[in-house]
């Protein structure tokens, strides 16, 4: 399968703090691939620097053939790779129809469509359909149908994720980027998220690169896994081997446990 | 979806206003005139505040329309109503699409006070030159429409006539602008510009237009007003010549294109009543009615319309 998405040897640095140190990866269309390391790890730097939120101090970023490193994110946007928020990024004053609404409009006016001289109702591109039927049938899709009318800024915390990834399927994304799908959500709704958002993406055919804490997320939604740590890719294998790696049990899985015996042990001493 | 009728409502309103004005009294039709030509600045001012931004220097444009439809007089002794307005409104278009580049980066406090400080810019440049009347202005030509000079008693009604058909225009434009993608991203882009921009629209493109727009309306709005009181001065341009237009913007709401040129009426009723009652003290009887319409019609006198509806 040909890669659609070439990151090579992507380096950026915040003063003395290196967020991504030598990032080469290459994701194959179609493929579900999960994201995993510690906070700080570089795992959403990576993220945004795709998104072209951040620009690499060196390296390159091909998609599909085309260097996108020096676009701008609406730029990158409109190539088709959309993204997801660690923290749901909604119109806080409008309806979660209203939301779905804003972002086909956008996706309607970059079309040339919909604009001051044309006549009638446009067909969504991509949809085929009128932009409030597309609304609502993203809306059943994630099942939100019974949250349409109500403002976003007081929608629940999970309801909130789930309208922060429909929002990114106006525009039918040919690469979906999820930056922590599941955080803030209870542990029995993870799984109900992730297979809605999966299901919902399957069925569009894009390519998922997501960012995930739980391992049992991980190691069931992922085809493959990227293990960051220290701004470095420290494994690159499907869930099962990379689990396994004793470097990424000892940096990534059993991150943060490992740290606290470590203290532990010099305070002992 | 409730059905939209606002351009019915405005033809009716034009309608009213052309076949009723022969027949009142030349206060009220001077009184219709100005507050057409401040509506179409609110007007302006709307469009920016539905993307959460409050221009505190409008009377910018309102002044270069102003001064733009005074120097065509003056230089070429062009006294058509129509040619001044739009001789305003462009010059003032072309002011908002240079100054948009750098305005359209700021926003909430940044984009008001900047817009202020501008304004005063010209201010202080009209002040200081000698060759348009310093702080005095100067005159302009009596107004013609098409070429014809009317007979005196009937200027005011052409020219409130004209100022009608302009303005009954500019609200059908934004009225169907409003409902564009573009149009429709104003409460997107108050709201959140990082989902914006991640959605694949540029805020600041948006915001550009839109600043172009309102300075265009301004601008068409100072040229009438030139035209109409047949006076221009400096303070035109002063600050509170911008907050005028702010205290009509949010008396009248964001709700309807109509709104602008209503609360604008409404001011300057209030204006006229208050200056009449208490010579000395309208400004209290004018802040005294806005704080009571904020404190009962948060959205503005538009509420009271939307009110109805949805009940």
Same mark, same amino acid.
């Given at each position: 399968?040909?890669?659609?998405?070439?990151?090579q040897?992507?380096?950026?640095?915040?003063?003395?703090?290196t967020?991504?140190?030598?990032?080469?990866?290459?994701?194959?269309?179609?493929?579900?691939?999960?994201?995993?390391?510690t906070?700080?790890?570089?795992?959403?730097?990576?993220?945004?620097?795709?998104?072209?939120?951040?620009?690499?101090?060196?390296?390159?970023?091909?998609y599909e053939?085309?260097?996108?490193?020096?676009?701008?994110?609406?730029?990158?946007?409109?190539?088709?790779?959309?993204?997801?928020?660690?923290?749901?990024?909604l119109?806080?004053?409008?309806?979660?129809?209203?939301?779905?609404?804003?972002g086909?409009?956008?996706?309607?006016?970059?079309?040339?469509?919909?604009?001051?001289f044309?006549?009638?109702?446009p067909?969504?591109?991509?949809?085929?359909?009128? $932009?409030? #039927?597309?609304?609502?049938?993203?809306?059943e899709?994630? *099942?939100?149908?019974?949250? !349409?009318?109500?403002? &976003? %800024?007081?929608?629940?915390g999970?309801?909130?994720?789930?309208?922060?990834?429909?929002?990114?399927?106006?525009a039918?994304?040919?690469?979906?980027?999820?930056?922590?799908?599941?955080?803030?959500?209870?542990?029995?709704?993870?799984?109900?998220?992730?297979?809605?958002?999966?299901?919902?993406?399957?069925?569009?055919?894009?390519?998922?690169?997501?960012?995930?804490?739980?391992?049992?997320v991980?190691?069931?939604?992922?085809?493959?896994?990227?293990?960051?740590?220290?701004?470095?890719?420290?494994?690159?294998?499907?869930?099962?081997? $990379?689990? #396994?790696?004793?470097?990424?049990?000892?940096?990534?899985? *059993?991150?943060?446990?490992? !740290?606290?015996?470590? &203290? %532990?042990a010099?305070?002992?001493? | 979806?409730?059905r939209?009728?606002?351009?019915?409502?405005?033809v009716?309103?034009?309608?009213?206003?052309?076949?009723?004005?022969?027949?009142?009294?030349?206060?009220?039709?001077?009184?219709?005139?100005?507050?057409?030509?401040?509506?179409?600045?609110?007007?302006?001012?709307?469009?920016?505040l539905r993307?959460?931004?409050?221009?505190?220097?409008?009377a910018?444009?309102?002044?270069?329309?102003?001064y733009?439809?005074?120097?065509?007089?003056?230089?070429?002794?062009?006294?058509?109503?129509?040619t001044l307005?739009?001789?305003g409104?462009?010059?003032?278009?072309?002011?908002?699409?240079?100054?948009?580049f750098?305005?359209?980066?700021?926003?909430?406090?940044?984009?008001?006070?900047?817009s202020?400080?501008?304004?005063?810019?010209?201010?202080?440049?009209?002040?200081?030159?000698?060759?348009?009347?310093?702080?005095?202005g100067?005159?302009?030509?009596?107004?013609t429409?098409?070429?014809?000079?009317?007979?005196?008693?009937?200027?005011?009604?052409?020219?409130?006539?004209?100022?009608?058909?302009?303005?009954?225009?500019?609200?059908?434009?934004?009225?169907?602008?409003?409902k564009?993608?573009?149009?429709?991203?104003?409460?997107?882009?108050?709201?959140?510009?990082?989902?914006?921009e991640?959605?694949?629209?540029?805020?600041?493109?948006?915001?550009?237009v839109?600043?172009v727009?309102?300075?265009?309306?301004?601008?068409?709005?100072?040229?009438?007003?030139a035209?109409?009181?047949?006076?221009?001065?400096?303070?035109?341009?002063?600050?509170?010549?911008?907050?005028?237009?702010?205290?009509?913007?949010i008396?009248?709401?964001?709700?309807?294109?109509?709104?602008?040129?209503l609360?604008?009426?409404?001011?300057?009723?209030?204006?006229?009543?208050?200056?009449?009652?208490?010579?000395?003290?309208?400004?209290?009887?004018?802040?005294?009615?806005?704080?009571?319409?904020?404190?009962?019609?948060?959205s503005?006198?538009?509420?009271?319309?939307t009110?109805?509806?949805?009940?």
């Amino acid at each position: 399968m040909a890669a659609i998405l070439d990151a090579q040897g992507l380096n950026k640095s915040f003063g003395a703090v290196t967020a991504a140190s030598d990032i080469t990866a290459a994701i194959e269309r179609d493929s579900v691939v999960g994201l995993i390391g510690t906070n700080g790890a570089g795992k959403t730097t990576f993220i945004n620097m795709i998104t072209g939120y951040l620009k690499p101090d060196r390296g390159r970023i091909h998609y599909e053939g085309r260097d996108i490193t020096a676009l701008a994110p609406r730029e990158i946007t409109r190539l088709g790779i959309c993204r997801s928020f660690q923290i749901p990024q909604l119109y806080a004053s409008l309806t979660a129809f209203e939301n779905m609404m804003a972002g086909i409009g956008v996706v309607l006016q970059n079309a040339g469509l919909g604009g001051f001289f044309s006549r009638g109702e446009p067909l969504v591109p991509g949809h085929n359909l009128p $932009a409030e #039927e597309v609304a609502d049938r993203i809306l059943e899709r994630f *099942g939100l149908s019974d949250y !349409r009318d109500r403002n &976003a %800024q007081v929608l629940p915390g999970g309801v909130r994720k789930l309208l922060d990834i429909a929002l990114t399927m106006v525009a039918k994304p040919k690469i979906l980027l999820l930056d922590e799908p599941t955080s803030g959500v209870s542990a029995e709704e993870k799984f109900t998220i992730m297979e809605m958002v999966m299901s919902a993406v399957r069925a569009e055919g894009a390519t998922v690169l997501f960012v995930e804490h739980d391992m049992e997320v991980v190691s069931r939604f992922a085809e493959r896994v990227l293990a960051f740590y220290d701004g470095r890719i420290i494994a690159d294998a499907p869930p099962a081997v $990379a689990l #396994e790696d004793p470097e990424v049990k000892r940096f990534v899985v *059993g991150g943060e446990l490992h !740290r606290i015996d470590e &203290a %532990q042990a010099k305070r002992r001493a | 979806m409730r059905r939209d009728r606002t351009p019915q409502t405005l033809v009716l309103i034009l309608a009213a206003i052309l076949a009723a004005a022969p027949f009142a009294p030349q206060w009220t039709v001077f009184l219709l005139t100005v507050a057409i030509a401040k509506g179409l600045v609110v007007l302006g001012l709307m469009i920016l505040l539905r993307c959460g931004l409050v221009s505190f220097g409008q009377a910018l444009y309102y002044c270069i329309g102003a001064y733009a439809a005074g120097m065509l007089g003056r230089l070429f002794q062009v006294s058509d109503v129509f040619t001044l307005m739009l001789a305003g409104m462009a010059v003032a278009a072309v002011a908002g699409f240079v100054l948009g580049f750098l305005l359209a980066r700021y926003r909430s406090i940044f984009f008001g006070l900047l817009s202020l400080a501008i304004s005063m810019i010209l201010y202080g440049l009209l002040i200081k030159s000698e060759t348009l009347g310093s702080s005095d202005g100067f005159n302009i030509l009596p107004s013609t429409l098409l070429g014809v000079r009317p007979p005196d008693n009937w200027v005011r009604y052409l020219v409130l006539a004209a100022a009608a058909v302009l303005a009954f225009v500019a609200a059908l434009l934004v009225h169907r602008y409003l409902k564009t993608p573009l149009g429709r991203l104003a409460p997107a882009i108050k709201d959140n510009e990082i989902r914006v921009e991640y959605m694949g629209a540029s805020a600041r493109n948006a915001i550009h237009v839109k600043y172009v727009i309102a300075a265009a309306l301004a601008g068409l709005g100072g040229g009438l007003a030139a035209t109409t009181v047949g006076h221009i001065d400096p303070d035109m341009a002063y600050w509170t010549t911008s907050g005028e237009f702010i205290f009509i913007t949010i008396l009248a709401g964001t709700g309807s294109v109509i709104a602008p040129f209503l609360g604008a009426l409404v001011f300057g009723v209030i204006q006229s009543i208050a200056f009449d009652v208490s010579p000395n003290t309208w400004q209290m009887v004018l802040g005294s009615s806005l704080l009571v319409v904020i404190l009962f019609l948060p959205s503005g006198l538009w509420s009271l319309f939307t009110r109805r509806k949805a009940s």
